[in-house]
């Protein structure tokens, strides 16, 4: 039986059906939760705005990729304009939020950079003196963390002294190609922590997953089946478990009783009609930006400022990594179209905090192939890449033939990923004149990048420059903070112990309403400065764990 | 001018030829300029607004005025004609792009860092992390 067949059969619940578990957003997390919760014999249906992927519709190996993908998979919804997202008002941030909806979330976009959160990441506080120590630790999440990678398939190599030790990864790690060894000649010029790269693209067949052939195009949409993303990992075995999945389904609104407890959801079907979905518990699974804009949605005449925010903090303490890149062209030949894409090497030099460098905490740094000649030209036809002092003719005439031919094949980007401190000024609201394609209101949201880490990617680009030339660039462009960076949405419903302070407890119950739970990055404390994809999985299975195990003691209507 | 005559000159002017590589016009035909526009019938409006300026004007100066007052039709212009470009077999061929090939590789093949001594450099360094326990 195929998983279409199996995602069709029966996935919406019958009238007035009431089920255990209603999980919003099939990625990442929401699927987690719906596989572990489906196989320890609960009901649950999953509510997903977007469809399933068409592995057809990825144009990786065709002549038009650059083309078609700048568009159709641009990881800005605003870009992409399918109407299965929800717009995001962008005119008061610096730096714009990326997302995708459809079975697997966000990760149908990203680069499977597969990366923990360090040690320090769970105790900012204690050791930095900023932000919150996170409720629970490293050693409480790494037998999560490892039990996560082997449901995802990841690749990688063990040994990493950036890193308490750990158990081998599933499989080996990708072929590390020409832009890797020469982002680690420089780095080694340097006397600089590498490591090769690890990511969530199996080496080998795994399950629906196919092995990585390279082909480079991750952060469009992988048409060979290789990246690994829960519409392949998770979702046959979730529905094969008895999960139910029902696509196109934007929900609107958390329904609760007189009591405050929640009672279900109400959702907006494929043919526009409102249905309400009756559940014990309800899961959000919906990103940093969706989750929040979901409590924002719910609040009625007893909550009017949105559910559970008698905190006030629902929205607030939103993260997403300020970023910067550095392109580098060498004169040898680099391959520099072939992947993996996400990282072949990547450095935690310098992620720990060292005062004597005018800023706490740190960063993550990846190296990337810079990809085909039209995204290294620098013109990419956008008006937004000429300067607004500067000359199109920059970029065009005998100036394109040479910057193509300095930088295609021969140069490499590394990506400088930045921890954010939470602030409270930093958040999602609704948009009071933008809405979506069902005329729900859309999320604003309101962001600067903070003084801190305007001097954390300063001196980090610094550094990194210092590393590109001492592996011999003859060129280096710098883009920073690059605005299209917001991947890592983080903070919104944060988690801790004090209701007056926080959402969420550790588990991701809100203190509020205790049937309600949130385990997406929006619960994170901090930040960190890693891809947070493996500990959003990791996190999500943790709290799955627990909610099983409390399930005669879960509170409900 | 036609719409074919009045694109290419845009086109050429943008891409020209340059050493071994041919301008525009040599390796792509308006045929090849429609189906790029089949795949992005988003950039329709703003390329039918971009090769409406008056073709009195020369090439450089339509394009300057595009770039000041319509930045959707001269982010339509150029990226049709940059993609178009580079989906030439010619082009291709030119600077040695397969476009994004598959690489079949050997999983277990030993990694170069493990023999030659350099990720052997990066563990002699030491640990780099915090540890945290009792906080």
């Not at chain 2, 010619?90 to 090939?101: A, H, K, N, S, T």
Request: aromatic share 8%.
């Amino acid at each position: 039986m195929t998983v279409e067949v199996l995602a069709e059969r029966g996935a919406r619940a019958r009238r007035d059906e009431e089920v255990d578990v209603v999980i919003v957003g099939a990625g990442p997390s929401g699927s987690v939760a719906a596989l572990h919760l489906a196989r320890a014999g609960i009901s649950v249906v999953v509510l997903e705005q977007g469809e399933w992927p068409d592995y057809a519709d990825y144009t990786g190996a065709r002549p038009e990729h650059e083309l078609v993908s700048t568009k159709l998979w641009h990881p800005n919804p605003n870009v992409r304009d399918n109407p299965n997202d929800y717009p995001v008002d962008t005119s008061t941030t610096d730096i714009n939020p990326l997302m995708f909806a459809g079975v697997g979330g966000s990760a149908t976009l990203y680069g499977a950079q597969w990366m923990h959160f360090l040690p320090s990441d769970f105790r900012v506080r204690s050791m930095d003196g900023v932000a919150e120590d996170w409720p629970f630790t490293y050693e409480d999440l790494l037998p999560y963390q490892l039990e996560i990678e082997r449901e995802v398939g990841v690749s990688g190599l063990a040994g990493d002294p950036a890193y308490p030790p750990r158990g081998a990864y599933p499989f080996p790690a990708l072929p590390m190609g020409s832009v890797g060894q020469r982002g680690a000649l420089g780095m080694e010029k340097m006397g600089w922590h590498w490591w090769p790269g690890s990511n969530a693209i199996p080496s080998e067949k795994f399950g629906e997953l196919n092995p990585c052939v390279r082909r480079g195009t991750c952060l469009t949409g992988c048409p060979e089946g290789a990246k690994s993303t829960t519409d392949r990992s998770h979702w046959p075995l979730a529905l094969k478990a008895g999960a139910r999945l029902v696509t196109r389904a934007r929900v609107k609104e958390i329904e609760t009783n007189e009591q405050g407890l929640a009672t279900g959801v109400i959702y907006v079907d494929a043919n526009g009609r409102d249905r309400r979905q009756r559940a014990k518990v309800v899961i959000l699974c919906a990103n940093g930006v969706g989750t929040p804009r979901l409590l924002l949605m719910s609040g009625g005449p007893r909550t009017p400022d949105g559910l559970a925010n008698s905190s006030g903090m629902v929205g607030k303490r939103l993260m997403m990594h300020p970023f910067a890149s550095v392109l580098a062209s060498y004169q040898d030949p680099l391959d520099s179209w072939r992947g993996p894409f996400g990282q072949q090497v990547y450095s935690l030099e310098f992620y720990e905090t060292d005062e004597s460098r005018g800023f706490v905490r740190g960063s993550k740094w990846n190296c990337m192939p810079s990809g085909g000649p039209v995204g290294v030209s620098g013109a990419t036809g956008s008006k937004v890449y000429v300067a607004e002092s500067g000359r199109f003719q920059d970029f065009w005439g005998a100036n394109l033939h040479e910057n193509v031919a300095r930088r295609f094949g021969h140069s490499l980007i590394w990506g400088i990923v930045g921890e954010d401190l939470p602030e409270e000024s930093n958040q999602v609201v609704l948009s009071k004149d933008l809405v979506d394609s069902d005329g729900l209101p859309a999320p604003q949201i309101v962001y600067k990048v903070n003084e801190n880490s305007n001097r954390l990617l300063k001196f980090n680009i610094d550094r990194c420059l210092e590393s590109v030339r001492a592996a011999g660039a003859i060129e280096t462009l710098v883009s920073t903070p690059v605005r299209e960076s917001g991947w890592h949405l983080i903070g919104t419903t944060v988690m801790g112990d004090d209701p007056k302070r926080s959402v969420v407890d550790q588990w991701g119950a809100c203190h509020d309403v205790p049937n309600l739970y949130v385990m997406d990055a929006s619960t994170f404390p901090t930040s960190g400065a890693t891809n947070p994809t493996a500990t959003i999985m990791a996190v999500a299975l943790r709290n799955t764990r627990r909610m099983i195990a409390e399930r005669r003691n879960q509170k409900v209507a | 001018m036609s719409n074919e005559n009045a694109f290419l000159a845009l086109a050429d002017f943008l891409i020209p030829a340059h050493g071994k590589m041919p301008k525009f016009s040599d390796v792509c035909g308006y045929a090849d300029v429609e189906k790029s526009l089949d795949f992005r019938i988003d950039l329709k409006p703003g390329f039918a607004r971009g090769i409406a300026v008056d073709p009195a004007t020369g090439a450089e100066a339509r394009l300057e005025s595009l770039n000041k007052e319509d930045g959707e039709a001269f982010s339509a212009i150029t990226t049709i004609a940059i993609a178009t470009y580079y989906m030439s077999p010619r082009v291709r061929e030119l600077i040695g792009y397969p476009g994004q090939e598959n690489v079949p590789y050997d999983s277990k093949a030993t990694q170069i860092y493990l023999t030659n001594g350099s990720l052997g450099q990066v563990v002699a360094r030491g640990r780099k992390y915090r540890p945290t326990p009792g906080l």
